[in-house]
């Protein structure tokens, strides 16, 4: 209980110090959200994306899952994207990844973790289809970092083929999809893809990876 | 045996187009016989109806009587062979007396104005060759209604007078000011005061027949129907009158009169033809083309309302009705008749009399033509107020009460142009009163179709874009909805407007939208424009 008393402890001090700075802070927030960013992201702990990027309530639409994935027949993700893009109107959607990721983990290795399991096949089929260039690299760190980067590129891949994302392409609308990988060493946010504004340009980045590797 | 088998094959084989046609004329010759029981005694009712109209509307048009009688034969042998309607029946119009008097009047001579009638003719085969019968297909149905249930009560109105025997007004006439200073309702009241007991016992006893006739075995015998039966009672009360009780026998004022030649070769001198001089003058054409527009217009409409009257609801091609009246205006004029058109009282009496096909407006005509020549002194015996009685029975059922309700369940989109039809006609003259019905009928669709949706919105309510999806179609009328739509957005709002769907949009609406594109920068509104082909813009 001690832990959870210091959420409300916390709350209220955040409150009152935002109010006497501003005491319509909370009030115009109630009304219309018209938040810029759909942001999906891991569900892990050590990611708290707002704070890292400076926005405030209203700004940012959520979406958080394990290991940030983006399933065509996740209908939670699906709602989300659908709502962001056609309804809040966003312009930019963005998948962040981040290392150390206890997903990406999971599915490089052998261990069962339960339900999470069928969750990660996506990454577990990323893994092997870039088999060859994983076995490449120098270290077991650099390659956990690798799948961390590739799943995050598959994901903006994945995303750029849902019927909402196409549709919303084809009559013009752009929200840009973004790529994004946060280092949980040193804080920053590495870019793995900007500015995705149509299909072919996924596939770009896919070859361009491919070549610079020499795969 | 291989021959069999070719004869087999031969016989059971389709027959060929031509083969086929008369096959299928050999197989409609029962059904034509069968409607002979029901076109001829139809034909002799609208024939005993036809005679006081087409002698009343040459009265009234300043014509020689018989070019009424012509007109009417023409109008039911050779429009009613060629037309391409079941039931309408031709003739001398009443909505064409004013134009004709002026006419003659302006052009110095009946024979003069024969030119003009032919001109008219030919006129209305140029519009049946320009196709200009689709026309008819744009009167809107509650203006016909309309105009059916006036016509309905200008006859029970008109034929009042004619029931009780005050015969002032000249048979047929549907014009609200009459040419004796009286008006519609006023010769009502006129008429009241001066009851004909004679007129008023054979009109009661004809109405009073007509109204149970239907209730009654008599209904079934086809040969004979209520309105022959009435005028041919009215005929025997007449002379029953004469012996029993002098003071009530009908003068001839009072019956239909019929001009009686002294010998058969003065009919000759009825026939008036054309002056052909008249051509060189542009009065001549001004009236024969009026005339032509006029009459083409009046058949239009007569045609429209006469298919729904139709008990078997069959529809009359357009253009062939006019081709049809074009050639018989052509041989009215060149034979001293007046112009005709397409008759709605006639034709409602047809319907009534239980006419089934062509064939009886076709021996109407014959008809007149026979009987004027054969037995003009026994039609002499027939009193006006036997036909009054008929016509008002047509007239209330045209303007049925149930029609009234019908129309009022339909709600006031309908309602109103009909009722408006009605006052107009009544208060004006056929011609005037549709003319302000079709304008107020053509004013309620716009009115409705302005108020349709062009457009939907399908981003639910509250979203932070407002997205836009214009139908299919995006008329002219559209543009104050698409105006009033982009007036309500505040500043900073987004909107997608999708025109992706779209089949056609109006380029006025196109413009509007383009100029919105521009006044939507200075507003502060995100639009976005999805598969709209817009037009520069307008001001540079």
Known sequence: ?215 | MSWIDGVVRRLTQAPRPAERDVVAAVRRLPEMAASWRNDLPASIVVFLVALPLCLGIALASGAPLFAGVIAGVVGGVLVGSLSGSHLMVSGPAAGLTAIVVAAIASLGSFQAFLAAVVIGGAVQLVLAVMRAGVLGYYFPSSVIKGMLAAIGLILVLKQIPHAVGYDVDFEGDETFLQANAENTFTAVLHALQRLEPGAVLISLVGLALLFVWDKTPLKNVRLLPAQLTVVLLGVALDIACAAAQPAWKLDASHLVTLPIPAQLADYADYFAFPDWSALSRGDTWRVGVTLGVVASLESLLSLEATDRLDPYKREAPANRELFAQGAGNIVSGLIGGLPVTGVIVRSAANVDAGARTKLSAILHGLLLAAAVVSIPALLNHIPLASLAAILIFTGFKLAHPKIWSSMWRQGSSQFLPFALTIVAILLTDLLVGIGIGLALGLLFILFEHSRQPCYEIVSPKGAVLTRVRLNEQVSFLSKATLAKLFERLEPGSRIELDGSQCRHVHHDVLELISDFRETALLRKIDLRLVGLDLPGATHH
């Not at chain 1, 339900?115 to 076995?135: F, N």
């Open chain 1, 1 to 215: 209980m001690e832990n959870l008393k210091r959420l409300f402890d916390n709350n209220r001090k955040i409150v009152e110090e935002v109010t006497s700075a501003d005491p319509d802070f909370f009030k115009r927030r109630a009304g219309k959200q018209e938040p810029h960013f759909l942001f999906i992201g891991c569900a892990d702990s050590r990611v708290p994306i707002e704070t890292l990027t400076g926005v405030s309530p209203g700004e940012m639409f959520v979406h958080r899952n394990i290991a940030n994935q983006v399933v065509s027949a996740d209908l939670n993700l699906l709602s989300v994207l659908q709502y962001a893009i056609e309804v809040l109107d966003v312009k930019h959607v963005i998948v962040c990844g981040h290392y150390q990721c206890g997903g990406v983990k999971a599915a490089m290795g052998t261990e069962s973790y339960g339900l999470v399991d069928y969750w990660l096949a996506g990454v577990r089929d990323t893994v092997r289809r870039h088999a060859s260039e994983l076995e490449a690299s120098p270290g077991e760190d650099e390659r956990f970092k690798r799948v961390v980067d590739l799943n995050v590129l598959r994901q903006v891949y994945n995303l750029a083929r849902t019927p909402v994302v196409q549709n919303a392409w084809k009559r013009g609308r752009r929200p840009l999809l973004h790529g994004l990988v946060y280092d949980i060493h040193d804080g920053f946010l590495k870019s793995i893809a900007l500015e995705v504004d149509g299909p072919d340009k996924v596939r770009e980045l896919f070859e361009a990876r491919r070549r610079s590797i020499g795969d």
